[in-house]
């Protein structure tokens, strides 16, 4: 399957992205500096831009990869868990989970995580 789809268009746009990825050659791609942007199809660059570029180089560096991996990872796990890691959400919310943390795990489990619904609809 294409990426980002399966209608013709998505099929034209990897093949595309397929021969920049061969013109630029692997030196090109994958530089020192980490995977160039500017070399991934329109839909995947603007994700990866705004969430995970976060020096706005235009590349993604390995502490931005391994970032994004990690993140991945722990999201796997509260899906299969059935718990959030309080590390894998955005840096905003995590003080106020912490707060409905009680074993103090790193972990909204479902319990605790009623028991912030359950405080949140007696406001």
């Known amino acids: 399957m294409p990426v980002g789809g399966n209608n013709m268009s998505d099929t034209i746009q990897e093949k595309s992205w397929v021969e920049k990825m061969r013109h630029a050659g692997v030196k ?6 980490g995977i160039a942007l500017s070399l991934l199809p329109e839909h995947i660059k603007a994700l990866f831009a705004e969430s995970l570029d976060e020096d706005g180089d235009g590349f993604l560096e390995m502490d931005e990869l391994e970032a994004m991996v990690v993140t991945h990872q722990k999201l796997k796990e509260a899906n299969a868990s059935g718990r959030v890691s309080i590390e894998a959400l955005p840096h905003t919310v995590q003080p106020a989970l912490k707060t409905f943390d009680v074993d103090g795990d790193g972990f909204v489990d479902p319990s605790e995580l009623m028991r912030a619904a359950e405080l949140y609809e007696g406001e």
């Not at 090109?28 to 500096?33: K, N, T, V």
Request: proline share 0%; net charge positive; no cysteine.
């Open 28 to 33: 090109g791609a994958l530089a020192s500096r």
